[in-house]
């Protein structure tokens, strides 16, 4: 899966898990960047997004992950399988 229609996805996954519609990601988004992303909806993100790309993350991907951009190459390592 190329890269802009994963951001497009996660786009629309962001808008819906924080309830945002003017949200706007980047490969260096993190939490810090949306007032809304706290650990609650750190979950629901996490669970929209295998739920979009039909995948599950690895608990330490979670845990590690520092920005969309680490999110992205997850998906896109795992869209190639």
Same mark, same amino acid.
Request: zero cysteines; hydrophobic letters at 40%.
């Given at each position: %899966?190329?890269?802009?229609?994963? &951001?497009?996805?996660? *786009?629309? &996954?962001?808008? !819906?898990?924080? !309830?945002?519609? !003017?949200? @706007?990601?980047? /490969?260096?988004?993190?939490? !810090?960047?949306?007032?809304?992303?706290?650990?609650?909806?750190? &979950?629901?993100? &996490?669970?929209? @997004?295998? #739920? *979009?790309?039909? %995948?599950?993350? #690895?608990?330490? /991907? @979670?845990?590690?992950?520092?920005? @969309?951009?680490?999110?992205?190459?997850?998906? /896109?390592?795992?869209?190639?399988?």
């Amino acid at each position: %899966m190329e890269k802009q229609m994963i &951001i497009k996805k996660l *786009t629309e &996954i962001f808008k !819906d898990v924080f !309830d945002l519609d !003017d949200v @706007v990601i980047t /490969e260096n988004t993190t939490a !810090d960047d949306i007032e809304e992303w706290d650990s609650l909806e750190h &979950i629901n993100l &996490i669970n929209a @997004v295998e #739920k *979009t790309f039909k %995948m599950r993350f #690895k608990m330490p /991907e @979670v845990s590690t992950m520092k920005n @969309v951009g680490e999110m992205i190459s997850i998906i /896109e390592s795992r869209s190639k399988l």
